[in-house]
């Protein structure tokens, strides 16, 4: 998958958002489990990082949920 510059410019624009906010939301799995085309597929035609995040929050929302009640079943 080719990657348009401002599409790239946007990922790394979300990649520091995500280090930036690593322990919080999920950023975590962008950070550790996310390449760019997949980042790119996701946030589709996201032209600002404002619009990214809300392209890509439902699925990092989700992947912490999933987690946290992982978490929580394995607690007595």
Known sequence: M??????????????????????HNG??????AYEDYEIADVIGNATTLRGAIWKIMPTLKMKNE????MKASCEF
């Not at 999933?66 to 009640?69: K, L, P």
């Open 2 to 23: 080719t990657i348009s510059t401002k599409t790239q410019e946007v990922i790394d624009q979300l990649r520091a958002h995500a280090y930036k906010h690593y322990e």
């Open 66 to 69: 999933h987690r946290a009640e």
């Open 27 to 32: 950023w975590d799995f962008l950070v550790e």
